[in-house]
């Protein structure tokens, strides 16, 4: 158990929907960041917040967008969902806010669109 | 363009032997990082080992080592003493500074004979 817990563990929807995707990070990581896995792209950085703050942005659509509140939990928005959305997203933590800090992933969502 | 690239799709090992595990990048940064992350059939993400572009010394964690060749553009990963838990799939992935941008390679799946 990495300690970096999401919910929910799978969701299935349909296209043109909208969904939240939310990671707990660590105790004391100030750090999250978010993936997405899927068959068709591979592996994709999508967004890195730090201590509340955007750090820096990947491969992440104009459709998605992300937080990471006050208590360091973030949430991942996904909206105008589409076929192609569908895919395994990780969120993973690290306690300092630079690419050479360690990162724990969570378990990831399972997203379903059809 | 940056690019990162695994050309071995699938590799077998003996248990108890040791496993290089290809990965080339391609990029213009003189800051950067490289990673290798391990993903078991069970599909959790986990980070095994990070180098430094400025790092002189190549990177140990345990039984894996980066083996880094700055010039030829290699960060191979090399696992010692090969387990049957080590059988899964291993990403290579490279980050530009501040995380601004992020690559996987498409993987490598291991498998461990007994």
Same mark, same amino acid.
């Given at each position: 158990d990495s300690g970096v817990t999401q919910t929910p563990k799978h969701l299935i929807t349909a296209t043109g929907q909208r969904v939240t995707l939310r990671c707990s990070p660590r105790s004391g990581d100030l750090s999250v960041y978010w993936y997405q896995q899927s068959l068709d792209q591979g592996l994709q950085f999508l967004i890195h917040y730090y201590n509340g703050e955007e750090r820096a942005k990947g491969?992440? #659509? /104009?459709?998605f967008s992300a937080q990471q509140f006050p208590d360091l939990h973030s949430e991942l928005n996904l909206s105008s #969902? /589409? #076929? &192609?959305?569908s895919a395994l997203y990780f969120c993973a933590s690290s306690? &300092? &806010?630079?690419?050479n800090y360690e990162q724990y992933f969570g378990p990831g969502t399972r997203l379903t669109v059809t | 363009a940056q690019k990162i690239t695994q050309t071995q799709p699938g590799m077998f090992v003996q248990e108890k032997e040791a496993v290089t595990l290809d990965c080339t990048y391609d990029t213009s940064d003189q800051s950067y990082g490289l990673f290798w992350y391990k993903q078991p059939s069970s599909g959790e993400m986990i980070f095994l080992i990070y180098q430094g572009s400025y790092d002189e010394q190549n990177a140990t964690e345990g039984r894996y080592s980066l083996n880094f060749q700055k010039a030829r553009k290699s960060a191979n990963l090399v696992i010692s003493?090969?387990?049957?838990?080590?059988?899964a799939m291993y990403f290579c992935a490279m980050s530009g500074y501040n995380f601004n941008k992020f690559y996987f390679g498409s993987g490598t799946k291991l498998n461990v004979k007994p």
């Amino acid at each position: 158990d990495s300690g970096v817990t999401q919910t929910p563990k799978h969701l299935i929807t349909a296209t043109g929907q909208r969904v939240t995707l939310r990671c707990s990070p660590r105790s004391g990581d100030l750090s999250v960041y978010w993936y997405q896995q899927s068959l068709d792209q591979g592996l994709q950085f999508l967004i890195h917040y730090y201590n509340g703050e955007e750090r820096a942005k990947g491969n992440i #659509l /104009e459709r998605f967008s992300a937080q990471q509140f006050p208590d360091l939990h973030s949430e991942l928005n996904l909206s105008s #969902l /589409e #076929l &192609g959305d569908s895919a395994l997203y990780f969120c993973a933590s690290s306690v &300092g &806010g630079t690419w050479n800090y360690e990162q724990y992933f969570g378990p990831g969502t399972r997203l379903t669109v059809t | 363009a940056q690019k990162i690239t695994q050309t071995q799709p699938g590799m077998f090992v003996q248990e108890k032997e040791a496993v290089t595990l290809d990965c080339t990048y391609d990029t213009s940064d003189q800051s950067y990082g490289l990673f290798w992350y391990k993903q078991p059939s069970s599909g959790e993400m986990i980070f095994l080992i990070y180098q430094g572009s400025y790092d002189e010394q190549n990177a140990t964690e345990g039984r894996y080592s980066l083996n880094f060749q700055k010039a030829r553009k290699s960060a191979n990963l090399v696992i010692s003493a090969s387990q049957l838990g080590d059988s899964a799939m291993y990403f290579c992935a490279m980050s530009g500074y501040n995380f601004n941008k992020f690559y996987f390679g498409s993987g490598t799946k291991l498998n461990v004979k007994p």
